[in-house]
């Protein structure tokens, strides 16, 4: 596609939002919604958000992508060791 990292970025979360709101009708209608924790983590994600974009657009990509890398590789470790070690 050719995009830089801002616009892939701005892309992707255009995708993500149409999707989370799909879900979010589909276990609306199931009764399976816990709104408290729904409404904090999107508070948290909205201020991740702004805090991201500000800084991209402060800092540019060469400092946000390390960044954003280095914030992938974490996850993806914890999530390796939560569902082997038990952690």
Do not use: C, E
């Amino acid at each position: 596609m050719g995009y830089d990292f801002m616009r892939a970025t701005g892309a992707t979360k255009i995708v993500n939002a149409a999707s989370a709101r799909a879900a979010l009708g589909v276990f609306m209608v199931a009764g399976h919604v816990h709104y408290a924790a729904g409404l904090t983590m999107g508070g948290g994600q909205v201020i991740g958000a702004r805090i991201g974009s500000g800084l991209l657009v402060k800092k540019g990509a060469r400092f946000v992508r390390p960044v954003f890398l280095t914030m992938v590789v974490l996850v993806m470790l914890r999530l390796l060791w939560v569902s082997h070690a038990g952690g």
